[in-house]
């Protein structure tokens, strides 16, 4: 396993874009990018076809995928979803957005924090049973466009009541691009210390000239694991109008060299992945 952890995310790519990508177009994709030897793939998602309709297609796709050492991530937002995706041997992990802000949490899951807090337990159960972990993303964890009470010490406190479940790996989520490094230092320092055992890892939103100072912040505070998505395309299609893409791994993988904390790669898989992009995203 790479120092650090990335984590490739089609999916989240994919869920927002408007124009349908033929089921046979992302599998060829995705089975490319399962070449490329990233730690995750997080691939599709087990969501109301009415909400995402572009990933109503995650078991058709799946069954198409060509496993190798990279490991498989399906997004669930209630336990109906999770029930699905643990009958699947090939995912290892599913992915559950946990909004600090209310108001999102409702927009996202259609459930209050608490109702969502009593569907993580139930998640978790179930993950424990059939041998997959669960990734919480902390969502809207740099603050919120909605007005709801924000600070580091909000996200902390739901830290702390998710890790009392067992929960072992926390994504801190900037959803809608509000993350600098005023805020990310801090706050990943601050749970790091706190908890030297878990994963915390960054799922950063960001136009492309925020987002080198961005990943540099993370790493600087001791973050190890990041999301990212080649081109930097995607974004919450439940967070407002504009989406603020993801990271582009191409950036990221640049800041990394910088940091001489470069992962082996197949990079004719990695370039055959990125010249894709522009056929599969029209």
């Known amino acids: 396993m790479?120092?650090?952890?990335?984590?490739?995310?089609p999916r989240?790519?994919?869920?927002?874009?408007?124009?349908?990508?033929?089921?046979?177009?992302?599998?060829?994709?995705?089975?490319?990018?399962?070449q490329v030897g990233f730690d995750v793939l997080d691939f599709g998602s087990f969501v109301s076809a009415k909400a995402i309709p572009q990933l109503a297609d995650t078991k058709q796709v799946l069954a198409g995928l060509n496993m190798t050492s990279t490991k498989l991530l399906a997004i669930i937002a209630n336990t109906r979803g999770a029930e699905e995706a643990v009958q699947f041997d090939e995912i290892s992990y599913?992915?559950?957005?946990?909004?600090?802000?209310?108001?999102?949490?409702?927009?996202?899951?259609?459930s209050t924090i608490q109702e969502s807090l009593l569907r993580v337990e139930e998640i978790q159960n179930l993950c424990i049973r059939h041998g997959k972990k669960l990734v919480i993303y902390i969502s809207?964890?740099?603050?919120n466009p909605y007005g709801d009470l924000y600070n580091a010490e909000v996200a902390t406190s739901w830290v702390r009541q998710l890790h009392a479940l067992d929960i072992e790996i926390f994504a801190l989520s900037d959803t809608v691009g509000l993350s600098s490094p005023n805020n990310?230092?801090?706050?990943?320092?601050?749970?790091?210390?706190?908890?030297?055992?878990?994963?915390?890892?960054a799922h950063f939103h960001s136009t492309p000239d925020?987002?080198?100072?961005?990943?540099?912040?993370?790493?600087?505070a001791g973050c190890k694991r990041f999301d990212a998505a080649i081109g930097g395309i995607g974004g919450c299609p439940m967070a407002q109008d504009e989406l603020v893409g993801n990271?582009?791994?191409?950036?990221?993988?640049?800041?990394l060299t910088t940091n001489n904390l470069a992962p082996r790669f197949n990079v004719q898989a990695f370039d055959e992945a990125r010249a894709m992009v522009p056929s599969v995203f029209i």
């Not at 809207?140 to 603050?143: A, H, I, L, P, S």
């Not at 990943?188 to 706190?194: Q, V, Y």
Request: glycine letters at 6%.
């Open 140 to 143: 809207m964890g740099f603050g």
């Open 12 to 34: 989240d790519a994919m869920q927002g874009w408007k124009n349908w990508i033929p089921t046979e177009k992302k599998i060829d994709y995705l089975n490319t990018l399962l």
């Open 247 to 255: 990271l582009a791994t191409e950036r990221l993988l640049d800041v």
């Open 184 to 201: 990310i230092t801090p706050l990943f320092t601050s749970l790091i210390s706190e908890y030297p055992r878990l994963q915390f890892g």
């Open 210 to 220: 925020t987002a080198s100072e961005k990943i540099q912040a993370a790493l600087d």
């Open 94 to 110: 599913l992915g559950f957005p946990f909004s600090i802000s209310e108001t999102f949490q409702k927009l996202n899951t259609n």
């Open 2 to 9: 790479n120092a650090i952890q990335l984590i490739e995310c």
